[in-house]
């Protein structure tokens, strides 16, 4: 379980990261979604990518280096091609050993956004073009599509990965100096603008509804319509309320929360409710 | 068509690449005009795997798995599809058709492989709280070879029990129709864990309010057809006005405060 310290033992500011384990964290960030899975999405994956940074940043203090990777396992997802983005201002703020709190909303705020920009230029626009290019090339028999078709892909992906790193680091090293100066004030607002980006995704990315329907004749009453008319996407903002109580109030593990989703959704997929 | 052994060892060792690639590696090896031409190449007939491939590529660009929704397995449709090609002369639209069953298969395998990397996350917790980063690579690399191995063994079933399989695997998808809606749904709503996680933390009691309102601004913009692309930017944008104007107020709140109790330096001149 995470813990709930809000600072890290030694605050002063570790050395800038060097170009080679940043480059290195490029590299890394490529299995991002290597441990993927629905209760956290990225998250291991999100810390396996970041731990060449974490490990040189906190390497003298066994303790925070702890710290670190407790709070960069929580609930993580971003666009697996736009992630350096996410791990430069992580890593910046990281780095300047900022308070705990404010490295968690900025990862936050700064995941969310990435999702639509991504889908946006690699699945909307480079592969349709460069696929539907190279994929006639290769029904004419010509094997020049397929390595056309990598070569175009990946040269996009990487000088993306690599621009979003150095980039973005620099930009929240940069930013460091006003976060501290005002470093309680900074605090709020990023928690302000993190807990507002979760109402988001709530909605954004909770898809359940129930197909569950009343026999009525001619026509039957349709449940999830009843509920979107009373507020729409009803389900997800009721489950995330309902597992908050019960982490919070009842101080259930996460374990105990996804066993309970799951005989939720056998037995409802039984009893055709999903 | 009898397949020999290399070439057998070679189609698992590809499956086991490209099941991992869907989601790491370069997320390009796996499309299937890439997998088309191996799969060619290694059984034999790299014109008919190239044919394959880019036909399958045209009919599979509607279908990106946008948003972290999964598509009826390209991965493992353009391996089988291109086997079937190449083995049987099919055409590609039959040969995309006989996959069906097996890339159904796979996508229950990524499914049940999700969800039983959920509970894996606390085994993650204990080794983050010992500080052990090499117990979480080895947690990453093993997920990833999991991943694997599972499509490497589909598409070998496929490649020795040909459409025969497909048909009784069909048949068994069939008939645990509802245990993999209701996995899926589960699935579906373990995210909600996830977030009530970071809720449990950032959420101090002052601070509801912004979660209805985040809430309440991604529900109106998800509605609406020409927003809901962008719903999480959009929101964003909103959010971060809010809080700007929060920071910023804050602070000069402070600093009024600070020159009219203590008389600050200014105070002075």
């Known amino acids: 379980m995470a813990s709930n310290a809000t600072h890290y033992n030694d605050l002063k500011p570790a050395q800038p990261l060097d170009k080679k384990t940043l480059n290195k964290m490029v590299w890394r960030s490529l299995n991002l979604q290597a441990s993927f899975n629905y209760e956290r999405m990225q998250a291991a994956g999100w810390l396996y990518c970041i731990l060449p940074g974490l490990e040189k940043i906190h390497g003298n203090n066994k303790e925070d280096l702890k710290l670190s990777m407790e709070h960069n396992l929580e609930f993580f997802n971003t666009h697996p091609f736009l992630v350096t983005f996410v791990m430069g201002i992580v890593l910046s703020l990281e780095q300047q050993k900022t308070d705990i709190n404010t490295i968690r909303s900025v990862r936050v705020a700064a995941m969310g956004p990435l999702g639509g920009i991504g889908d946006a230029i690699f699945w909307f626009t480079l592969v349709p073009i460069t696929a539907g290019i190279t994929a006639n090339m290769a029904i004419g028999g010509s094997i020049a599509g397929p390595i056309l078709f990598l070569l175009i892909f990946n040269g996009v992906q990487f000088a ?30 990023a928690s302000m603008l993190g807990v507002f980006v979760v109402g988001a995704l709530t909605s954004n990315m909770g898809g359940t509804t129930i197909k569950l329907e009343i026999a009525n004749g001619e026509s039957p009453i349709v449940i999830q319509s009843i509920l979107d008319g009373i507020l729409p996407k009803m ?34 997929g039984f009893i055709g409710i999903f | 068509m009898q397949f020999n052994a290399i070439q057998i060892i070679l189609v698992a060792v590809w499956a086991f690449i490209v099941g991992i690639d869907q989601f790491d590696f370069l997320e390009s090896l796996y499309q299937p005009i890439v997998t088309g031409a191996v799969i060619g190449a290694i059984l034999g007939d790299l014109q008919t795997g190239l044919v394959v491939g880019g036909t399958y590529q045209l009919m599979a660009i509607g279908n990106m798995p946008v948003g972290g929704a999964q598509p009826p397995n390209a991965v493992i449709g353009g391996v089988m599809a291109a086997v079937f090609a190449v083995a049987s002369g099919l055409e590609t639209e039959q040969a995309v058709a ?26 993650a917790d204990k080794l983050a709280e010992k500080g052990d980063t090499k117990g979480i690579v080895r947690l990453n690399y093993l997920a990833m070879g999991i991943l694997g191995v599972l499509f490497a063994i589909v598409c070998v079933g496929g490649l020795l029990g040909g459409s025969a399989l497909g048909t009784t695997l069909q048949e068994f998808s069939d008939k645990y129709q ?18 009530a996680t970071l809720l449990r933390i950032m959420l101090s009691n002052d601070l509801w309010g912004f979660y209805f309102a985040g809430f309440a601004i991604a529900v109106i913009m998800d509605s609406i057809e020409a927003t809901a692309k962008s719903t999480l930017l959009l929101t964003a944008f909103i959010g971060i006005a809010i809080a700007m104007y929060d920071f910023q107020t804050r602070v000069a709140i402070r600093q009024n405060a600070g020159s009219g109790n203590g008389g600050g330096d200014e105070d002075g001149i």
């Open chain 2, 98 to 123: 006989l996959a069906f069953p097996f890339a159904v298969m796979g996508q229950y395998f990524v499914t049940l492989l999700f969800t039983a990397m959920s509970p894996m996350m606390s085994a």
């Open chain 1, 235 to 268: 389900i997800p903002l009721a489950l995330t309320l309902l597992l908050f109580f019960l982490m919070k109030k009842k101080n259930w593990k996460p374990v105990y929360c996804i066993c309970l989703l799951i005989v939720i959704g056998i037995v409802g």
């Open chain 1, 160 to 189: 993306i990965r690599f621009f979003l790193m150095s980039w973005s680091y620099k930009l929240g090293s940069q930013a460091i100096e006003i976060m501290t100066a005002n470093a309680r004030e900074f605090t709020r607002a």
């Open chain 2, 178 to 195: 509802w245990f993999m809606d209701g996995l899926g749904a589960a699935g579906g709503m373990m995210r909600f864990v996830g977030f």
